[in-house]
Structures are given as structure tokens and as C-alpha cells.
């Protein structure tokens, strides 16, 4: 890699993510076929209204991705501002309104003949809260393998998690309010403080820590070296809770997957194009347009699936939603990559902006 910028791969557990989701899922369903109210018995283990397992699940989910970010590097945004500027537009401005007009209009509209009323909403909330939860921790992966500029999606990827403790909140409530699915702002907002904030906190003063204590490049080469598999792993393991309670709605309505699936993909190709289109209207270099492009198609599909939970309860349709979100996000994404690098010469731009 040029400039010393770490390099990033695909793991076993990302590389396969959507064949580890579906046997996940397929686990979830069998456990509870074999072992009926186990999961009920769970779900009953809570603390202020906040289910224990599912809080440790999550927390295991979002840590090892906070100990990833370096957020020194937010500095570094008044040396590249477009591209930065660019994304918090499209993430905050473009996307959480387009995934609401794609939700009403699948759900309200072309599903709605064929879906109970109470659970279309639920699944539209679901989308909703997918759409104001942009980028993960895998945006790094597919940034590198669509060979963009890894400091600038590093920035990319810190500033949109701090971001996201501010404005999460607030459009939640407005388009949940709007889809007819009022939520008390507050709620939405500890949701947001108890699964991002207190991640985020935890990850930023570990990784001081240790970073003075051992360094940076045995903590980067030894200490973060398992944490992705960990925080994917915590994942798998909150699939298979959850889909202990979902498997009989899936098993008696698979075509639920389905429903969810299709507008959530389309969604993707359309902030995809508008990402591209931006990018080229503002002549970023392609690796500026790269992680651009990348990181507003991909949802921080963890706190999405923390904040259905608690809002609406581990059985609910809009945690089922965002759950598919997971199934669909890696091989979409890699198809995207591929065309990304297709069509790298759509960014050669006369008198040399960008190669």
C-alpha cells in the first residue's frame, strides 16, 4: 500500500458473512423449534426495560469496531474537505429521506395488500432505522479492496460515528413520527447513548490506553488482530436469539425476506448512483470517490438492530428488518466494489485531477 496505510482484507467470518447470517438464522430457527420459551425466558432477563443478553451481545458487536477508529485523524479534514463534505450530505441530507420514501412506498403501497398493517410498519421502521445508521467498520474493508484513500475513509468512518451520537436521535424521531410510528425522542436517544455512546467512549480511552502503553503497532498487529472476528461472532450469536423468536413468523411466511429484501437493495443501488453522480459533479479523484460512494450505501447495521430491539422488542418485525439488512449488505457491497473498479476511468479528469 502506498504511504504505509494499513493494509485490510477480508476475514473468514467477512468474507462469508451471508452464508454465516443464513446459518445463523437457520440455527435461530431450529433452537427454537427444539427448545421452545428458552428465548421467552431470556427476553424476560431485564433491567430497566433493557434486556441483559441482548446488551452484552451488542456491546460485543460494537466495541471491537470503536477500537478500530482512530479518531486523531478527524484532524485531517480541513486537507480534504469535498469528500467529507460530500458524505455528511449524502448520509444526513439524501439517504435517511430516500429510505423513508422507499419504505412507505413498499410498504404502504405495493406490500400492503398483501401484510398485516401493525407489521408493514414495523418492517418500514426497520428501514428507517437502517437508513439514518450509515457506515460500518466494513466500510474499511471494501474502501481497501476498491482501492480508495484508507486515511480519508478512516476520517470518513470517525466522523460519521460522532455524528451519528447527535443527529441519530432526532431524525429517528421525525421519520418515525412522520411514518406514523411515534417514538419518544428520549428513547431513541438512550438507545443511541447506552449502544453507540457507551461503545464509543470505552473504545476510545482503551485504545489511548493501550496504544501509550504498548504502542501502535502492536496494537495494531496484535491486539486488533481477533477483534473483528470477535464483533462478528457477537453478531452471529445475537442472529441466532433473535431468530429463536422470529422462526416461526419466518417459517410460516418466508416470503417476508423476501418483501424486506428487495426495496433495502434497491435503496442501496440508488444512493450508490447518487454518491457516483456527486462525486463526479465535484471531480473527486477516484480514490476520494471511492469511500464516498461506499460509505453511504452501507449501514452500521449494529446499532440499527440495537435500537429496533429496544424500541420495538427482539420479536418485532423492524428488528427482523434490519436483520436482512445484515444478509444482503456483504454480497451487494462486493458487487458495488466490482463495478467500482470497472469503472475507474469514469474519474479521469483533464489537466490531471485524478488519475
Not at 10 to 21: A, E, P
Not at 162 to 175: E, Q, R
Not at 301 to 307: K, L, M
Amino acid at each position: 500500500m502506498e504511504g504505509g496505510e494499513k493494509e485490510y482484507r477480508l476475514g473468514l467470518f467477512q468474507k462469508y458473512l451471508t452464508v454465516w447470517v443464513m446459518l445463523g438464522i437457520l440455527t435461530g430457527i431450529m433452537l427454537g423449534r427444539m427448545i421452545p420459551g428458552v428465548a421467552e425466558e431470556l427476553a424476560a432477563i431485564q433491567v430497566a426495560q433493557v434486556n441483559l443478553p441482548i446488551a452484552v451481545l451488542l456491546f460485543a458487536m460494537m466495541f471491537p469496531i470503536m477500537l478500530q477508529i482512530d479518531f486523531s485523524q478527524v484532524s485531517n479534514v480541513v486537507k480534504a474537505p469535498r469528500p467529507v463534505l460530500l458524505t455528511l450530505f449524502i448520509n444526513w441530507g439524501i439517504k435517511p429521506f430516500t429510505m423513508f420514501a422507499t419504505a412507505w412506498l413498499f410498504f404502504q403501497v405495493v406490500w400492503a395488500p398483501y401484510l398485516d398493517p401493525a407489521l408493514a410498519n414495523e418492517f418500514m421502521a426497520g428501514m428507517i432505522l437502517l437508513g439514518i445508521a450509515p457506515c460500518t467498520a466494513m466500510v474499511l474493508v471494501f474502501s481497501y479492496l476498491a482501492r480508495g484513500a484508507m486515511g480519508l475513509t478512516l476520517v470518513l468512518v470517525a466522523i460519521n460515528s460522532l455524528t451519528m451520537l447527535v443527529l441519530y436521535a432526532p431524525l429517528g424521531n421525525f421519520l418515525l413520527d412522520a411514518g406514523g410510528l411515534p417514538i419518544p425522542f428520549w428513547t431513541i436517544f438512550l438507545s443511541v447513548m447506552l449502544y453507540v455512546g457507551v461503545s464509543l467512549v470505552a473504545g476510545y480511552f482503551t485504545r489511548t490506553h493501550l496504544i501509550r502503553k504498548r504502542g501502535i503497532e502492536w496494537y495494531e498487529g496484535r491486539f486488533l488482530k481477533n477483534m473483528g472476528t470477535i464483533s462478528m461472532a457477537a453478531l452471529l450469536l445475537t442472529l441466532v436469539y433473535l431468530f429463536m423468536l422470529q422462526g416461526d413468523v419466518i417459517l410460516e411466511n418466508p416470503l417476508y425476506v423476501a418483501m424486506i429484501a428487495l426495496p433495502l437493495t434497491l435503496h442501496i443501488l440508488l444512493i450508490f448512483g447518487v454518491g457516483i453522480a456527486l462525486s463526479k459533479a465535484f471531480k473527486l479523484r477516484y480514490e476520494e470517490a471511492a469511500p464516498t460512494s461506499l460509505i453511504g450505501t452501507s449501514n452500521h447495521f449494529e446499532v440499527a438492530i440495537a435500537t429496533a430491539v429496544m424500541l420495538f422488542g427482539v420479536s418485532s418485525g423492524a428488528a427482523l428488518a434490519t436483520v436482512v439488512g445484515v444478509l444482503i449488505e456483504v454480497p451487494v457491497m462486493l458487487v458495488l466494489v466490482t463495478i467500482l473498479l470497472r469503472r475507474r476511468a469514469m474519474f479521469n479528469y483533464r489537466g490531471g485531477v485524478s488519475e
